[in-house]
């Protein structure tokens, strides 16, 4: 099948792409040129087809999507950025969208449209007994959810044959590189320890992408992507192994937040039995991320109290906080 994948070297744009890749199919790969993204298509080399590109440039898409049958749109922005730049973002996240919808339209044959969204729309559950379903009702608690449920009803009436994927929690393997900018993202803070989690391992969710862009049972479904049952945790228990395993160590608790997150637990029955990409857990992703680290790992303990401090400093919490226990 000829695929394209916009935000192709992303977090899950990346492994959608080599799950592709593995697959047989004929990739396509859409991003901006970034030197990070050069080195990924690089190292791909003639395995797959690179279109640099923005995807609020109209022209620039539908040369993309030309010829292609399958799209997989995963090129948005998400926070922190989403709220900080609300317009920037609405015309890379909605804006985007419509492009490759227009795209889509314009090509010859059929095309099949799966969409990446985020289980940030159901809003703040912790209260509500687990897990969330695709039929729960969304919430539009800011600017990023309501990009998302905007793209969401778009693709709907696309009159495409789509497929709507809510990704949950997908953290990079590697706590070090939470962020394009290579430093933490400081929203690690904003999740209480308390809260419900269930990621899903970067690999499990570009699988799922892979998956459903081939799956024709898949057709006008939401489906919730989330890890299973080996990947539902609190997020005190997920962040502390993690920390751990890297050799940071956990943070105090003062340092986070008690506001509930958007995250929880998540039935994913029905996406499971579709696209069979749940196969990895809490486990496999401490295993990955360590791996990932490299020889980083050793510096990081080298360097532990001055890593923790400055990862400290990025939480909006903890000077607060500190400064109130020691009045």
């Not at 912790?126 to 600017?143: G, M, V």
């Not at 900018?181 to 269930?198: A, C, H, Q, W, Y």
């Not at 969710?205 to 799956?215: I, K, T």
């Amino acid at each position: 099948m000829r695929v394209l994948l916009t935000g192709a070297f992303g977090n899950i744009g990346a492994h959608a792409a080599r799950s592709l890749i593995e697959q047989g199919h004929q990739v396509r790969l859409f991003d901006v040129r970034t030197p990070r993204a050069v080195r990924m298509a690089e190292a791909l080399g003639s395995r797959a087809d690179v279109v640099w590109g923005d995807i609020r440039d109209g022209e620039a898409v539908r040369t993309a999507v030309a010829d292609r049958e399958a799209v997989g749109h995963l090129a948005a922005i998400i926070p922190p950025a989403a709220n900080e730049r609300p317009a920037w973002a609405r015309d890379i996240t909605v804006g985007g969208t419509r492009n490759v919808i227009e795209a889509a339209r314009a090509c010859k044959g059929p095309v099949r449209l799966v969409y990446c969204s985020s289980i940030a729309l159901f809003g703040k559950t912790q209260h509500l007994p687990p897990p969330r379903t695709a039929t729960d009702p969304i919430q539009i608690t800011d600017e990023y959810t309501a990009h998302k449920a905007e793209c969401e009803q778009m693709v709907r009436e696309s009159g495409l044959d789509w497929v709507i994927l809510r990704m949950g929690a997908c953290p990079p393997l590697s706590t070090l590189e939470s962020s394009p900018s290579g430093r933490v993202n400081p929203m690690m803070f904003d999740v209480p320890l308390t809260d419900r989690i269930e990621f899903v391992h970067p690999l499990d969710a570009g699988l799922a992408v892979a998956n459903a862009l081939s799956c024709a049972e898949a057709s006008g479904k939401t489906l919730l992507i989330g890890g299973g049952e080996r990947c539902r945790l609190l997020q005190g228990e997920f962040l502390g192994r993690t920390l751990e395993a890297v050799g940071i160590g956990r943070f105090p608790d003062e340092a986070f937040t008690t506001e509930p997150f958007h995250t929880d637990w998540l039935d994913t029955e029905e996406s499971q039995r579709l696209l069979q990409f749940q196969r990895h857990g809490i486990e496999d992703y401490i295993r990955d991320t360590v791996a990932a680290l490299g020889y980083r790992r050793w510096l990081i303990r080298l360097f532990r109290p001055f890593v923790r401090r400055a990862m400290l400093a990025q939480s909006a919490h903890w000077p607060q906080r500190r400064r109130h226990r020691e009045t």
